[in-house]
């Protein structure tokens, strides 16, 4: 079993940075492929970014590429995002996944075993 706890959200103005942090309980943590997700009032959940089990690989959402950071730390069991010249549409709850899979985590439904409980991130213009 693995328990996810994000913190890091928060107002922010546009062109302002946030760090979420997403901390794992459990001694598995770098076998799991972990991802960052939103979700903006009245639209679907949608995948941000994601990272191997290593930390060797990223990918980014097209919207994001640039501006965020994914990274972890398994010897602290946390995973990170460094969002940068935040804009008004990023506002959203954003939730830290576990995966098995980092291919699973951009999958529809996204192949995913354990979900944080959200953070919210209000970015104003």
């Known amino acids: 079993q693995v328990q996810l706890v994000e913190s890091g959200g928060g107002l922010v103005q546009a062109g302002g940075s946030l760090r979420l942090s997403c901390a794992a309980s459990g001694r598995t943590f770098s076998s799991y492929a972990m991802g960052w997700f939103r979700q903006a009032p009245g639209k679907e959940r949608e995948i941000v970014a994601r990272?191997?089990?290593?930390?060797?690989?990223?990918y980014y959402a097209d919207a994001v590429q640039g501006r965020f950071t994914i990274s972890r730390d398994n010897a602290k069991n946390t995973v990170y995002l460094q969002m940068n010249s935040l804009k008004p549409e990023d506002t959203a709850v954003y939730y830290c996944a576990a995966s098995p899979s980092l291919v699973g985590l951009r999958s529809r439904p996204p192949r995913v075993d354990y979900w944080g409980q959200g953070t919210q991130v209000t970015v104003s213009s």
């Open positions: 990272i191997s089990g290593s930390g060797g690989s990223t």
